[in-house]
């Protein structure tokens, strides 16, 4: 199974000079926990609502003011689309993030996959598993 078979579409994009509060809006209103920062078609970054929340709303700044270029992580980790699912995991695991922007052949956004994404998939594969062992057991 590939990342491209779980990935979610439609990804929220902005550009870096979005306002930290237009982020903020636009994830309430998506019912998303991030925002991919692009250039020209290309991730580039990533907003979270951890980040706003660290960056802009405890240090109380005012969010007209602040960017997602000041905020976003730059150091962006990507997948993929043809990559396996466990090369996501293992990949979330040593960059220790939650959330993998997946980027086609050129390099664009082509979709996101979650932590959450994950554990929903792994979790319907052991309650299929388990229905195989408990058909296949004797009864007690």
Do not use: H, W
């Not at 990804?11 to 903020?24: E, F, H, I």
């Not at 390099?107 to 052991?126: P, R």
């Amino acid at each position: 199974m590939t990342v491209q078979d779980v990935a979610r579409a439609g990804v929220v994009t902005a550009p870096r000079d979005k306002s930290a509060g237009n982020l903020a809006t636009v994830m309430k209103e998506e019912n998303v926990g991030s925002t991919i920062i692009e250039d020209d078609g290309k991730p580039v970054g990533i907003v979270t609502d951890r980040d706003l929340v660290m960056q802009v709303l405890e240090p109380r700044e005012d969010p007209t003011a602040v960017t997602a270029e000041d905020i976003m992580t730059e150091t962006l980790t990507t997948v993929q689309a043809d990559d396996g699912v466990f090369e996501a995991t293992e990949t979330m695991y040593e960059q220790s993030v939650r959330r993998l922007p997946v980027v086609d052949s050129e390099g664009a956004i082509a979709g996101i996959v979650t932590l959450d994404d994950l554990l929903v998939l792994l979790t319907d594969e052991m309650d299929n598993l388990a229905s195989v062992i408990e058909a296949e057991s004797p009864p007690y």
